[in-house]
């Protein structure tokens, strides 16, 4: 019986490296087809004009470091572009308060505003209202209109621009020109082109 057994495990033993080189082959194969495969790094896409997310009747309000309200900006919808970092905005108004409470207003059928909403241009039925006030030195300055196909605000700096036609409201004198460029501040007014002007006098004191 020992015999039958040492002579079983010997032919056995011829066959056992066989066997194993078979496994290890077998086994290599497995870890191969199973292993991932770690694809390289893709390229970076470069942006596309192709908005990344909506706003639909929105309001985004711009404060100061003192908390005081710079401007709002309200719409029907807004889209954001990430290739120009702009936004293109539906029936945009815009609000602005300056740092000694004037208000400015400006809407348009289509606006497009730059990342920090510091630049708004505005599009068809084009309007900015500066409201009538009185400024530091006592001085009444009268209600300001701006019509235009084409105005771009600069928030920051309060100057208006444009390349076409405006029509401009002073209190009760109305001027046209082919371009202007507005300085709210310096309240200085530069137009171009075709100018004209219809200036109302004031009326007569009464002597009563």
Request: glycine share 6%.
């Amino acid at each position: 019986m020992k015999s039958l057994l040492r002579a079983a495990w010997e032919q056995v033993s011829i066959y056992l490296p066989v066997l194993l080189m078979g496994v290890l082959a077998l086994g290599t194969y497995w870890l191969v087809r199973n292993t991932p495969i770690f694809a390289p790094a893709a390229a970076p896409v470069a942006a596309t004009h192709e908005p990344d997310y909506f706003m639909r009747k929105f309001s985004v309000k711009t404060f100061d470091s003192t908390g005081r309200l710079k401007s709002e900006v309200m719409g029907a919808e807004a889209r954001h572009f990430p290739d120009t970092d702009t936004i293109e905005i539906d029936k945009v108004r815009i609000r602005s308060v300056n740092p000694d409470g004037l208000v400015t207003t400006a809407s348009g059928d289509r606006g497009l505003s730059n990342g920090d909403g510091s630049e708004v241009q505005l599009f068809q039925n084009a309007i900015v209202v500066r409201d009538a006030a009185t400024d530091k030195s006592g001085v009444v300055q009268p209600r300001l209109e701006l019509r235009s196909d084409f105005l771009h605000a600069y928030l920051n700096t309060e100057r208006v621009r444009s390349n076409l036609p405006v029509v401009i409201t002073r209190g009760t004198d109305t001027f046209t020109a082919d371009s202007m460029d507005y300085d709210n501040l310096d309240r200085v007014m530069q137009l171009q082109g075709r100018v004209r002007g219809l200036l109302v006098p004031a009326p007569a004191p009464s002597n009563k």
